[in-house]
């Protein structure tokens, strides 16, 4: 299995940056598919991006297409993503998730993910 630990959440004002950064740890990290989501209070938790094992295939939310960037390390076994122009309807607890599922280059429904982080909060203010 493997261990997800994320972090660069923040607050920051409406038009600006952030770069969450998700540490993975156990299993090797390239075997795994990885996403990110978030969820805002009261609300499901949403599909954000996803990337595939080696990083040559990513997909997006329609929401933050355009502004956000998905990426990976394989060697330093770190997902990343990049966040610009953000709004404050991105404002929510965002997560770092795996999937062993060998299946598909990338995966947007939460279910296909066996491995959570414990999400870091992004605020965006206005």
């Known amino acids: 299995q493997v261990q997800l630990v994320e972090s660069g959440g923040g607050l920051v004002q409406a038009g600006g940056s952030l770069r969450l950064a998700c540490a993975a740890s156990?299993?090797?990290?390239?075997?795994?598919?990885m996403g990110w989501f978030r969820q805002a209070p009261g609300m499901e938790r949403e599909f954000v991006a996803a990337i595939s094992k080696i990083g040559g295939v990513v997909y997006y939310a329609d929401s933050v297409k355009g502004r956000f960037t998905i990426s990976r390390d394989n060697a330093k076994n770190t997902l990343y993503l990049q966040m610009n122009v953000l709004k404050p309807d991105d404002t929510a607890v965002y997560y770092c998730a795996a999937a062993s599922y060998s299946g598909s280059y990338y995966y947007t429904h939460k279910s296909s993910y066996d491995y959570w982080g414990q999400g870091t909060q992004v605020t965006v203010s206005s």
């Open positions: 156990g299993r090797t990290f390239s075997q795994y598919v």
